[in-house]
């Protein structure tokens, strides 16, 4: 019995170090996703992100970090929705960010351990510019080696925007968590 549970703890630890792989390929391998998405005429964009958001993203921790306290009294049907809500926008802002020039390659300039995964600084430098900074926060697996539980684009997070438009939303609704989504899935910023 215990010969067996050393087999399954041994094949685990392995699987989790093959998940897991450096942050240059992961951020290598993300911007060939957006190479391809770009290669791609505009109209087959927003497919071709909303697979990149699901191979990127853990979107039920975007979704719950962007429901905030009120999360855990969401309905179950909320919360699917606010999940789908959120993989709407979320490609949605990769279709934006595939329609700009493209920059040059990401060059990481600070990688810190963090509860569950890492924080992941990258710049893409333009030419006589400093260009733009990502901080990833990420935990390892999924189907670039990391997956994603938020992003900030110079200095502003995904899921903070996607909070205060939620908030934003639900005071226009007077509480009403269904009219405050929807308003959300229809919302796009540029």
């Known amino acids: 019995m215990r010969s067996g549970n050393l087999a399954f703890l041994i094949a685990f630890l392995a699987t989790a170090a093959f998940a897991a792989v450096?942050?240059?390929?992961?951020?290598?391998?993300?911007?060939?996703?957006?190479?391809?998405?770009?290669?791609?005429?505009?109209?087959?964009?927003?497919?071709?992100?909303?697979?990149?958001?699901?191979?990127?993203?853990?979107?039920?921790?975007?979704?719950?970090?962007?429901?905030?306290?009120?999360?855990k009294a969401f309905a179950a049907s909320a919360k699917t929705a606010l999940e789908a809500a959120v993989r709407h926008r979320l490609a949605s802002e990769c279709v934006d960010v595939a329609d700009r020039p493209t920059t040059g390659p990401g060059v990481i300039r600070r990688v810190r351990e963090i509860e569950g995964g890492i924080k992941l600084t990258v710049q893409f430098p333009k030419d006589g510019d400093t260009g733009t900074v990502f901080v990833w926060t990420l935990r390892p697996g999924g189907a670039l080696g990391f997956t994603a539980r938020d992003l900030s684009v110079d200095g502003r997070g995904v899921v903070a925007m996607l909070r205060a438009d939620l908030d934003a939303a639900l005071a226009v609704h007077d509480g009403n968590v269904a009219a405050a989504i929807a308003d959300l899935a229809r919302s796009r910023r540029k």
């Open 22 to 71: 450096s942050p240059e390929t992961f951020v290598e391998r993300v911007q060939a996703r957006f190479d391809q998405i770009r290669a791609v005429g505009a109209g087959g964009r927003e497919p071709a992100c909303r697979s990149l958001v699901a191979d990127l993203f853990d979107v039920r921790a975007v979704a719950e970090g962007t429901g905030g306290p009120g999360w």
